[in-house]
T-cell receptor, first 114, second 117 residues
């Protein structure tokens, strides 16, 4: 079945550091890929998405590129802020599932310290 | 409403009790999903509705789990004879369009944290 693997956390960075959170997937066909973020005490929010190979999703300074050849969708940000502290989830939707359910990774907790 | 709302936010049940969890999706959203999120894990799919029709319930872990959306808006997830392994956060999500019509963005509620003692 489809699956998403993301790097183990927690990740602790100093403010203004460069962030990479790795995400790889296995899926039959051509899924759409997502990053969701969960801030403390809040619900999951869509951060960015890409629907086909080589697409780049971007939002709030974060970006990720859909790499079909490496089945990856790594999340990057050039300069993190304390307010970016949250849990980040990589996810995919595969049309073959019939209901467009999301398949999530386990999440990566990011803590940014001043 | 402005977003997806869920109630109650927290529920404590004794093993064997029945519970009902409510989801109010964004007004006009056709698609509604339920997910279960265990501690330290990502959400896992339970079931999907398009309007009032339950089109996919392949993720429901047992026949103790039942979901409905009788009028195509509010949905209820019911768990009968709760067990300790049912302890988790239950998330509801809605999206504007049915699958295949560009409706890939799901909007999530804050979840209901269920603790079974």
């Amino acid at each position: 079945g489809d699956s998403v693997t993301q790097m183990e956390g927690p990740v602790t960075l100093s403010e203004e550091a460069f962030l990479t959170i790795n995400c790889t997937y296995t899926a039959t066909g051509y899924p759409s890929l997502f990053w969701y973020v969960q801030y403390p005490g809040e619900g999951l929010q869509l951060l960015l998405k890409a629907t086909k190979a080589d697409d780049k999703g971007s939002n709030k300074g974060f970006e990720a590129t859909y790499r079909k050849e490496t089945t990856s969708f790594h999340l990057e940000k050039g300069s993190v802020q304390v307010s970016d502290s949250a849990v980040y989830f990589c996810a995919l939707t595969y049309s073959g599932a019939g209901s467009y359910q999301l398949t999530f990774g386990k999440g990566t907790k990011l803590s940014v310290i001043p | 409403g402005a977003g997806v709302s869920q109630s109650p936010r927290y529920k404590v049940a004794k093993r064997g009790q029945d519970v009902a969890l409510r989801c109010d999706p964004i007004s006009g959203h056709v698609s509604l999903f339920w997910y279960q999120q265990a501690l330290g894990q990502g959400p896992e799919f339970l079931t999907y509705f398009q309007n009032e029709a339950q089109l996919d319930k392949s993720g429901l872990p047992s026949d103790r789990f039942f979901a409905e959306r009788p009028e195509g808006s509010v949905s209820t997830l019911k768990i009968q004879r709760t067990q300790q392994e049912d302890s988790a956060v239950y998330l509801c999500a809605s999206s504007q369009s049915p699958p295949g019509q560009g409706g890939l963005g799901q909007f999530f509620g804050p979840g209901t944290r269920l603790t079974v003692l």
